[in-house]
């Protein structure tokens, strides 16, 4: 009985000759990595700074705000590994910990900037009577240099992070307003989108459908570029003494405070300069990385 059983049983499924087995979802992604290896670089330093501001208490560091005259502006060596600044402070745990505020910044900036500069380019790019009107104020922004309206709302405000993520997020909001208008007005024309008016689906429907997600990959593409900059703009905004507090361990406020002996002691602002350039390098890199994908005009492989 066993046996009649065993020989009535159906076979077990064999893959059909000719046909190879999908690759996993790692072999995809390493796949992925080695077709563009700038993602793979951009975003293994991106991930290491986010590791060092994350684990900056577990890196051999002190308190970056004790001040100690009896040490100050000390050249590298065993004991402080980058030295000291004028107040005694070590430069290595303030630089460590100034990669908390960096990262913060510019990812803050690239969110909030991306999601309210796609709202108000889907508005502007769907809606025509409000086209003009909105993209006149938004030209009007434009005209002003971003690091000037940073400037200049940070006047109005105290210095804090919370001040420097908005002041810079409102001067960087035109630039995805502007780009997420274009897509939209080329979107706009697509003979699926007439499709879906001539059925008489609504304008809600129809963006979230067809235009939003068309949208996220150069709007992704952008915001790197936001984030690298939002970086540069802190930096700029402490070094000028109108961004974060002088007491918050920056890299913007560590060359700030290091400028006037950098004859002498060059080693206060080549530090935090070389790990500000790593952490933008990196932002860059992976920007041009995901472009080379997500665009299939500068795509190498298909």
């Known amino acids: 009985m066993p046996n009649s059983i065993a020989l009535h049983s159906a076979p077990a499924t064999l893959p059909e000759p000719g046909i190879a087995p999908l690759p996993g979802r790692w072999t995809r992604f390493h796949r992925y990595l080695r077709r563009h290896p700038a993602v793979a670089i951009g975003g293994a330093l991106l991930v290491l700074m986010a590791l060092i501001g994350i684990f900056a208490p577990l890196l051999f560091t002190v308190d970056p705000t004790a001040i100690a005259t009896s040490r100050r502006t000390r050249v590298p060596s065993e004991l402080y590994w980058f030295g000291t600044d004028m107040l005694g402070r070590d430069i290595y745990s303030r630089v460590v910990y100034g990669a908390r505020v960096s990262l913060v ?60 993520i ?12 502007r780009l997420v208008r274009g897509v939209v007005l080329s979107l706009r024309e697509q003979p699926y989108v007439e499709a879906a008016i001539s059925n008489g689906a609504r304008t809600p429907r129809i963006i979230f459908r067809h235009i939003l997600p068309n949208t996220f990959a150069p709007m992704s593409v952008q915001a790197t570029y936001i984030c690298a900059s939002a970086m540069i703009i802190e930096a700029i905004l402490s070094f000028i003494g109108a961004g974060i507090p002088p007491a918050t361990p920056s890299w913007g406020n560590i060359m700030a405070e290091g400028r006037a002996l950098w004859q002498v002691k060059p080693h206060i602002i080549l530090f935090p300069a070389i790990f500000l350039s790593i952490t933008v390098l990196a932002v860059n890199l992976l920007g041009d990385g995901l472009r080379d994908s997500l665009d299939p005009r500068l795509a190498k492989a298909l």
């Open 105 to 164: 910044v510019g990812f803050s900036v690239a969110i909030l900037s991306s999601i309210i500069g796609l709202s108000i380019g889907l508005f502007a790019g769907f809606v025509r009577w409000a086209d003009g009107i909105v993209m006149r104020i938004i030209d009007g922004m434009m005209s002003i240099p971003p690091i000037l309206l940073a400037i200049a709302l940070m006047a109005l405000t105290r210095g804090s992070i919370q001040n420097v």
């Open 166 to 177: 908005i002041a810079i997020t409102v001067a960087e909001i035109p630039r995805v307003a």
